[in-house]
């Protein structure tokens, strides 16, 4: 006799697992009914609080094609299985007529339908902030390049290149759709492949602009979003107090606010990555400030050493006090300090599988370093792209540089 549920993939493992009806597979002619990129579909129970009782088909990663044959046929009742419809992403099983079947044969713990396409599985989708040049724009390239052999491949994915202005991050994207790499790997969709790459205007020091994508992405993917990138920066030459501000504006208080905003749209499985930099280290910092970040419990008191810093540059004691008289250093130290933080925050809110990490790309040669880096955009790019499609085994509130978590603090100089 053969079961449906052994192994079966589970929306929650405390789930009460009721039995399937046991099955038989009916004669009927051999033919291929599905290809690489359709949907494959397992058996799921529902989760609490809905009814664990009930069957249901969920979305699994696509296979290689094959052949099968036969209906799947109740030998208690006579009836054959179907799937009801339904507008949700998890179709009910049903039973039925023959002539009314959708579903058909088994494959180990997979059913197989006919109807795949029209159910769909749930497309890749992330989001870049700031990558219409540099860092952001070879990570929107990396994207498109490696999500064909990255674990995370489940069909069509889309990739949201944003910038603050409309010309040049459309220009961007027309770039990248005549892109040598991308055509030669026939990696985007015109071409053939998985990626298609859009723009999408978004200037992260505004909340109306941050508010705007996001109601953009929770109405347009209802299923939720895979990834953000936050790559969106400043680096501003020369070092005042007004500079300061404006810096950590951009890069502490609005990469937070649009962390905050893109959080509740990722799925289960989400990440989210926030582009830092190795000037964000610990180690230049007097002991007492450095202390201060390592244990700091909250956003706010991440804040209040941005606020000190802030006073202390506009008394013009910045260094007495602890403090780099560096604006960017300053501004990713926060970034890296809150993002460890809002990881915290979101495993003990229980979205353990949703992992959000901070990085730093190294010193990429690109108009932030006047071209002195010594790292390719591409290069720069790999860490990054590791943290949105790799796998990472789980792991979340680390600081990244060469695609390997590294010590926040840095090396003490006496």
Known sequence: MLTFFAPLLFLAQSAAAAPV???ATAAATVGKIRGVRDPIYHLYLQASPKNSSKPVLGPESAAEEFTIGGTIQSKKTNQFLNIATASTSYKPLVWGAKGDTTAWGLEGDTIITMQG????????VGVVTGANKGIGLAIVRQLALQYPK????NGPFLIYLTARDQGRGEAAVKNLEQDAQLKQAKALKADGGLSEIKFHLLDITSSDSIKILADHLKQ????????????????????????????????????LEASHAFLPLLK????????ASMSGKLNKYSEPVRNRFLAAKSEADITAIMQDFVAAVEAGKEKERGFPTAGYAVSKAGL????KILAKQVKESGREGLLVNACCPGYVNTEMTKGNGTKTPDEGARTPVLLALGDIQGKADGFWQDEKEIDWVGELKG
Do not use: M, Q, W
């Open 336 to 339: 890296i300090g809150a993002t």
């Open 150 to 153: 990255s674990p995370l491949n």
């Open 117 to 124: 396409s029209s159910y769909g599985r749930r497309d890749r």
């Open 220 to 255: 347009t993917h209802s299923d939720g979003i895979d990834f953000v990138i936050n790559n969106a920066g400043i680096a501003l030459d020369g070092y005042n107090a007004d500079l300061v501000k404006k810096t950590l504006n951009c890069n502490y208080y609005k990469t």
């Open 268 to 275: 289960p499985t989400g990440r989210l990555i926030n582009i």
């Open 21 to 23: 009806e046991n099955v």
